[in-house]
Nanobody, 125 residues
Framework: QLQLVESGGGLVQPGGSLRLSCAASGFTLDYYGIGWSRQAPGKEREAVICISSGDGSTYYADSVKGRFTISRDNAKNTVYLQMNSLKPEDTAVYYC??????????????????WGQGTLVTVSS
């Protein structure tokens, strides 16, 4: 069965850090573009980071630039989202996805083929 499984969410204080994982099973991440997006309560889903298929270019939303980074571990078939200097407005369900290239040199992943189920991040004191 082809699936993506996110983990690592939880409650963190403002200024803290979390690392989210997105593990793939049933297929190999190597040749896919990867995107992370988030959806806060009552808001639309927001793309935050995209790694494009092909050249591996990475794009960040302005709201997370300088605080969030994305990395891959091909041996573990897993992608990570390192989130530092977290703010209450980062509270959301975070989703990973696999697809093709990033659209318009921005954080939106194109040709999405599969989404994970999401993991909740709550930033609160």
């Amino acid at each position: 069965q082809l699936q993506l499984v996110e983990s690592g969410g939880g409650l963190v204080q403002p200024g803290g850090s979390l690392r989210l994982s997105c593990a793939a099973s049933g297929f190999t991440l190597d040749y896919y573009g990867i995107g992370w997006s988030r959806q806060a309560p009552g808001k639309e889903r927001e793309a935050v980071i995209c790694i494009s298929s092909g050249d591996g270019s990475t794009y960040y939303a302005d709201s997370v630039k300088g605080r969030f980074t994305i990395s891959r571990d091909n041996a573990k078939n897993t992608v990570y989202l390192q989130m530092n200097s977290l703010k209450p407005e980062d509270t959301a369900v975070y989703y990973c996805a696999v697809g093709g290239a990033c659209l318009g040199n921005g954080p939106i992943l194109g040709n999405v083929e599969r989404w994970g189920q999401g993991t909740l991040v709550t930033v609160s004191s």
